[in-house]
């Protein structure tokens, strides 16, 4: 399974839940039924040919029949899930979900609930659960809930299958791959140490177009606050990307892109719209595009510099970023 929830981890779901299709991949994996029902209306395949698991769940009766209406494989987690199911007349295939030492999302009371599918004649195609701490082969609760997982599979009937590992646990535990495994950030590169283990390759490039390059004397201070102050005259090129485009507002005064090989620091707080860099001593006019990560810097070093995640970065990026794809 593909993931390709958060708008393809910002990159475009449609573009990238089409690559993967056409690369094979037979399903691909939802946050919500919005995101699923957009799928399905955009992309155009036969059901048969790309189940979207909408891991989620359904929220209400409502979504319940959305799932019947357009063909989507849904996850549940709570035993009503499946009765709004049943009540809107839902006949496709489903998912249940386990908590095996997340916390997060899982069915309660997985007695009642096998009692409830077997009264009713109808299955779960996978059982699922999530690992906690996949990114960290020696934690002990990886065990723990592998464990707990398979025990509760054994419980159910053969042709239920079972689906635990996102993108670090198919790195480090392989082993458990069971029926389905579900890439997420190590579909776009997004992961150094994914990227080394699986041999994965970056996905994307962030680069912001330079609006105007200005001479700022020295002593003169840029951008709200006036928190940097230039200690000798400098150009300052003022770039169209701000943290309404995805731009960390935390990069403010710490982060830097980089032009024809050569790094630019951010000066000043990150606008809503701009921001600004030093770029003297190099040859950057207006037009330009300087990179943001992907470049030089990779998406965990950004990350790190801004005190946050790749993750965050790449769910983060605006809609006003124009995605450009190439093959």
Not at 111 to 140: G, K
Not at 272 to 282: F, H, K, L
Not at 310 to 319: H, K
Request: glycine share 14%.
């Amino acid at each position: 399974m593909g993931v390709v929830k958060a708008d393809g981890y910002g990159h475009g779901a449609v573009e990238v839940a089409r690559v993967l299709s056409e690369a094979g991949a037979r399903t691909v994996g939802v946050a919500s039924c919005d995101e699923a029902v957009e799928l399905r209306q955009h992309l155009g395949f036969p059901l048969e040919r790309l189940q979207v698991v909408v891991l989620g769940g359904v929220a209400d009766p409502e979504e319940a029949a959305a799932c019947e209406i357009w063909g989507l494989t849904p996850v549940i987690h709570d035993l009503e899930q499946f009765c709004w199911l049943e009540t809107a007349g839902f006949t496709g295939r489903f998912w249940a979900k386990i908590d095996t030492g997340m916390s997060r999302l899982g069915l309660r009371d997985l007695n009642a609930f096998r009692q409830c599918v077997t009264d009713a004649r109808r299955l779960p195609e996978y059982l699922m659960s999530h690992l906690a701490c996949a990114d960290d082969r020696d934690h002990p609760l990886n065990t723990e809930q592998w464990s707990r997982f398979v025990g509760e599979l054994e419980r159910w009937p053969e042709g239920v299958s079972g689906s635990l590992l996102n993108s670090a646990g198919v790195a480090n535990f392989s082993d458990w791959g069971l029926g389905v495994v579900r890439p997420g950030i190590g579909i776009y590169g997004g992961s150094g140490e994914l990227n080394e283990t699986l041999g994965l390759r970056r996905a994307s490039v962030l680069r912001a177009r330079v609006k105007q390059v200005r001479l700022v004397r020295a002593g003169r201070t840029v951008s709200y606050g006036a928190t940097h102050q230039f200690l000798r005259d400098s150009r300052i090129a003022v770039l169209g990307i701000g943290y309404a485009d995805g731009m960390p507002w935390h990069l403010s005064g710490v982060g830097r892109v980089s032009f024809g090989g050569e790094l630019c620091p951010i000066v000043g707080r990150v606008c809503m719209d701009y921001t600004m860099v030093d770029v003297s001593g190099t040859e950057v006019e207006p037009g330009d595009m300087v990179e943001v990560w992907g470049g030089i810097d990779g998406l965990d070093e950004v990350a790190e510099m801004a005190g946050t995640i790749g993750y965050e970065l790449l769910t983060r990026l605006g809609s006003r970023v124009r995605r450009v794809y190439v093959d």
